[in-house]
């Protein structure tokens, strides 16, 4: 299994806004610069997650992005729910199952249990315990943009 594009950027905006000082902020931009990906794909992420509540966003001179609430009050489980889709199989799609043996099939339950152990083992974890190594972190961080 891969995760999309879409929720492995989402971990990366999130632990990068974590990896902040108190009060500080980091822009889109320079996300984008850190991780050199796509500064558009970075914008989608960042309004993405700030629907969602995970990011406080302003504008101007002293804008960019923080998180919104503690990085222990968010769940590694949690935004990979949000932003991933678990329709791992055609049957898993609540419209679109054209498949035959769907009402017999036992394989739509193998894979719900073991996307729900995925998703436990996930639930774990905070986005503090992923950035507890702050020094390193803001370390690696900087060094990636130069």
């Known amino acids: 299994m891969e995760l999309s594009l879409f929720t492995d950027y989402s971990l990366r905006v999130l632990i990068r806004a974590a990896a902040c000082k108190e009060g500080e902020r980091t822009s889109a931009r320079e996300i984008a610069q850190t991780f050199a990906i796509s500064y558009n794909h970075v914008v989608k992420v960042t309004h993405h997650l700030a629907k969602l509540g995970y990011l406080d966003?302003?504008?101007?001179?002293?804008?960019g992005v923080a998180l919104s609430r503690p990085a222990s009050q968010i769940g590694i489980g949690e935004i990979v729910r949000k932003t991933e889709n678990f329709a791992l199989v055609e049957c898993f799609k609540t419209s679109g199952n054209a498949c035959c043996i769907s009402p017999a099939c036992k394989l739509k339950r193998i894979f719900a249990e073991a996307r729900d152990a995925f998703l436990n083992c996930l639930d774990r974890y905070s986005l503090d315990e992923i950035t507890s190594s702050q020094a390193?972190?803001?370390?690696?961080?900087?060094?990636s943009r130069n």
């Open 57 to 63: 966003t302003a504008r101007g001179r002293n804008g």
């Open 136 to 143: 390193t972190l803001t370390l690696l961080l900087s060094a």
